[in-house]
């Protein structure tokens, strides 16, 4: 008889960064498998949960892995849209190409297909959830299916989804989301997966004008891949004295009603500033008319494209008028891109 192992139970943690390393620290430490699929060998806990009380509270800040809140946002936004293509999400990660069939569009990792892509009757899944959540707000059939039978249909098909379901659930006037994934990787997937989801979610609780509730994340093989073992032991080895780990950031609340015409403006400035064919400063950004909120994923986006198109340091008035967390997080990923005095 299998003997059991000690699993992340389902129990609420108040943000992503204490649940990113209980995760680490289970599947590092009570490893139930070791695989190789795929030319992946790793180490993997089966069944894993857990629960976040704040789902805007999603980045974790280590320093060992300063994470890429730029593509994080991007993916998110690239979601939306309901694109597939590797002209815009490639751009921010050239890596991904490799998981592309046909060198220009991706499958099982285009998620916003399934979810915002309208069917025959010009609706989206997205539409018809949230109507439904607005007509029987104690519905438990709000639930966005993204995973695809004929993914496994192709031989050898390199992009298959790691998600399967987003289900909302509207309880008590508070908008909670469960995904279910088929497996995770611990160290580098779960970060813009469980960042591109509550993100969605709160998107969606603007939308549905209600609060935002709890955000669960339910995979089956959550595991470590062997060539990034040793780097996750750094990340559990760092000093966890207050203040050093986790500095205490307040995270950007999305404008309430926030509403697709926000999103499409969003998306056309990150356009023009992905080609290089315009440049944004603080001021003109205050121009657009867009919230703060937005204004400051734009400002990301103009630091990665001086990151990409020019080969000098980040002008320094642009780091500065960055939220606090994103301009941790944005030193210490570029930090040789960075003016000096802005970290």
């Given at each position: 008889?299998?003997?059991?192992?000690?699993h992340?139970?389902?129990h609420?943690?108040?943000?992503?960064?204490?649940?990113?390393?209980?995760?680490?620290?289970?599947?590092?430490?009570?490893?139930?498998?070791?695989?190789?699929?795929?030319?992946?060998?790793?180490?993997?806990?089966?069944?894993?949960?857990?629960?976040?009380?704040?789902?805007?509270?999603?980045?974790?800040?280590?320093?060992q892995?300063?994470?890429n809140?730029?593509?994080?946002l991007?993916?998110a936004?690239?979601?939306?849209?309901?694109?597939?293509?590797?002209?815009?999400?490639?751009?921010?990660?050239?890596?991904?190409?490799?998981?592309?069939?046909?060198?220009?569009?991706?499958?099982?990792?285009?998620?916003?297909?399934?979810?915002?892509?309208?069917?025959?009757?010009?609706?989206?899944?997205?539409?018809?959830v949230l109507?439904?959540?607005?007509?029987?707000?104690?519905?438990?059939?709000?639930?966005?299916?993204?995973?695809?039978?004929?993914?496994?249909?192709?031989?050898?098909?390199?992009?298959?989804?790691?998600?399967?379901?987003?289900?909302?659930?509207?309880?008590?006037?508070?908008?909670?989301?469960?995904?279910?994934?088929?497996?995770?990787?611990a160290?580098?997937?779960?970060?813009?997966?469980?960042?591109?989801?509550?993100?969605?979610?709160?998107?969606?609780?603007?939308q549905?004008?209600?609060?935002?509730?709890?955000?669960t994340?339910?995979?089956?093989?959550?595991?470590?891949?062997?060539?990034?073992?040793?780097t996750?032991?750094?990340?559990?080895?760092?000093?966890?004295?207050?203040?050093?780990l986790?500095p205490?950031?307040?995270?950007?609340?999305?404008?309430?009603?926030?509403?697709?015409?926000?999103?499409?403006?969003v998306?056309?400035?990150?356009?023009?500033?992905?080609?290089?064919?315009?440049?944004?400063?603080?001021?003109?950004?205050?121009?657009?008319?867009?919230?703060?909120?937005?204004?400051?994923?734009l400002?990301?986006?103009?630091?990665?494209?001086?990151?990409?198109h020019?080969?000098?340091?980040?002008?320094?008035?642009?780091?500065?008028?960055?939220?606090?967390?994103?301009?941790?997080?944005?030193?210490?990923?570029?930090?040789?891109?960075?003016?000096?005095?802005?970290?």
């Amino acid at each position: 008889m299998q003997r059991l192992t000690p699993h992340v139970t389902p129990h609420i943690e108040q943000n992503f960064h204490d649940a990113y390393l209980a995760v680490l620290d289970a599947v590092t430490n009570h490893t139930e498998h070791t695989t190789s699929s795929r030319g992946n060998d790793s180490a993997e806990l089966t069944n894993v949960s857990f629960r976040i009380a704040d789902p805007r509270d999603r980045l974790p800040f280590i320093r060992q892995r300063p994470v890429n809140i730029i593509f994080n946002l991007a993916e998110a936004l690239w979601y939306a849209s309901g694109r597939d293509d590797l002209d815009m999400i490639g751009y921010y990660a050239p890596g991904m190409a490799k998981n592309s069939a046909d060198g220009k569009t991706l499958t099982g990792t285009a998620y916003g297909t399934r979810m915002f892509a309208p069917d025959a009757e010009n609706a989206t899944q997205w539409d018809r959830v949230l109507d439904l959540l607005r007509s029987d707000p104690d519905t438990k059939r709000a639930v966005l299916g993204i995973y695809r039978p004929e993914e496994l249909a192709v031989t050898d098909n390199p992009d298959v989804s790691c998600t399967i379901s987003a289900q909302f659930l509207l309880r008590e006037g508070r908008l909670n989301l469960t995904c279910y994934m088929r497996g995770n990787d611990a160290y580098r997937g779960m970060v813009s997966d469980v960042f591109a989801f509550t993100f969605l979610q709160e998107i969606a609780a603007c939308q549905l004008g209600v609060e935002l509730g709890l955000y669960t994340h339910h995979v089956a093989s959550m595991h470590i891949n062997d060539r990034d073992a040793e780097t996750v032991r750094r990340v559990l080895h760092e000093p966890r004295e207050p203040g050093y780990l986790r500095p205490a950031f307040r995270p950007p609340e999305m404008p309430a009603g926030t509403s697709w015409s926000a999103l499409e403006a969003v998306l056309e400035h990150e356009e023009a500033l992905r080609n290089n064919e315009r440049s944004h400063t603080p001021k003109t950004l205050t121009e657009t008319g867009l919230a703060e909120y937005w204004q400051q994923v734009l400002l990301l986006f103009e630091i990665f494209r001086q990151i990409k198109h020019t080969d000098q340091a980040v002008n320094p008035d642009h780091v500065v008028a960055l939220d606090p967390g994103y301009r941790w997080l944005v030193t210490r990923r570029w930090k040789n891109r960075m003016p000096k005095g802005t970290a």
